[in-house]
């Protein structure tokens, strides 16, 4: 169970990075956020958040388990 809960936390967390742009340089980051909606714009925060979220809420139940 505690692998489960670290793997996914850990793909959450990078589901998050890639749609928040994070590891993106200035140049891309500045092009992507010209070239896209504030619709679009919003909806890939939303993803972000609601995966971030999962993200650390997985880990923090991994760390539990680990712990107890």
Known sequence: MMQFCLIAGIISIIISGISIGA????EQ???????????HRISRTKITMFSGLAGV?????????WYL
């Open 23 to 26: 590891w993106t340089n200035g």
């Open 29 to 39: 980051q500045r092009a992507n956020f010209f070239s896209e909606t504030k619709e």
């Open 57 to 65: 809420i997985f880990l923090g139940i991994a760390g539990l388990i």
